[in-house]
């Protein structure tokens, strides 16, 4: 089947021909017991696993239901590794940011009380059964939206309020209490998510996600290696005061940045690492300077409760 061209996102995607026969066979291909083996290998430890809310709920959309069956046989692979999973809905109703990862590129409707009520209630079936005893020894964290935007007509003021009550409905609905309940810190930093924590007296049971990224804003774009490198140090603070409050995590993150370097293993700012060679045929000191700026982060995210590696299985794995 050749028709990713004319889809841009999940939404148009499952409405293609044969659309729900290609999806089985990726789910069935693309990750697998295999690949876990081998992430256990490394000495990672857990997995944050993505899942959109049409798994659960696809009423009035093109969305093809089945990817929760392939998201329960992970979970088995990474009991059967020694792992723990981390379960994310991925997209949510609406979409929450606009970005095709949510399932639907283009408009945010995610904020209508409509959308907000439906993925309460989404939430509440993830957590009825992966926050079940059945599940304790491996599922360790559910999170309730990733990448919800606080722009434009999208309020964080809503998205704080709403997150409270979403947090409320996910721990009454879950049987294992120890289960963190995770929101993203919605690109605004996790500090300003530890009133939340303290109002919810949630002890420790509810976390915040925050992306750490250096390649999709203009203003990264101009820096060099060793800023990337001070920039990445300076999240330390951050992570840590908002982690004495609440878990905070690293749930992204990333070895990329835009820079070229130099024969002289200097570095220049809006350069080639990302756009025009292949990580396989980078020199000596592209290598270099790629390994000192993850070293550097890896450092930083010690002063979180966990991060984790975006993403297996992609151009550019962390195997690799």
């Given at each position: ?29 693309f ?5 876990i083996?081998?992430?256990a ?18 009423a ?112 009454a ?8 309940i ?36 203009d ?39 835009n ?62």
């Open positions: 089947m050749n028709d990713e061209a004319f889809s841009v996102d999940q939404y148009t995607f499952d409405t293609l021909p044969n659309s729900a026969a290609a999806l089985k066979t990726h789910w069935s291909t990750f697998t017991e295999s690949d083996k081998t992430i290998a490394t000495g990672i430890n857990a997995l944050r696993i993505p899942i959109g809310y049409w798994a659960y709920d696809n009035d959309s093109p969305y093809h239901t089945g990817a929760d069956a392939y998201l329960e046989k992970a979970i088995g692979w990474a009991r059967n590794a020694g792992m723990k999973v981390w379960v994310d809905l991925h997209g949510s109703p609406g979409s929450q940011n606009g970005f095709d990862n949510s399932g639907q590129k283009g408009n945010v409707d995610w904020q209508q009380e409509s959308n907000l009520a439906r993925s309460i209630a989404v939430l509440k079936t993830m957590a009825t059964k992966y926050g079940s005893l059945e599940y304790a020894d491996v599922v360790v964290g559910l999170e309730m939206v990733n990448e919800p935007i606080s722009y434009g007509n999208n309020k964080f003021a809503t998205t704080q309020t709403w997150a409270q009550s979403a947090y409320t409905a996910v721990r609905a879950a049987e294992n209490k120890n289960m963190v995770v929101m993203h810190d919605a690109f605004e930093g996790a500090p300003k998510w530890t009133n939340i924590a303290t109002s919810l007296n949630a002890d420790r049971s509810f976390g915040v996600d925050s992306h750490m990224y250096q390649l999709f804003s203003a990264d774009n101009t820096l060099t290696q060793a800023q990337h490198i001070t920039k990445a140090c300076g999240w330390a603070d951050e992570l840590a005061s908002a982690n004495a409050v609440m878990p905070t995590y690293v749930g992204e993150w990333s070895a990329a940045t820079i070229c370097v130099n024969p002289d293993g200097s570095t220049t700012a809006d350069g080639c690492q990302c756009q025009s060679v292949a990580f396989d045929k980078w020199n000596e000191g592209m290598v270099e300077q790629v390994r000192r700026y993850v070293e550097a982060q890896l450092d930083v995210f010690e002063s979180s409760s966990m991060w984790w590696w975006e993403k297996e299985k992609c151009e550019r794995e962390f195997r690799e």
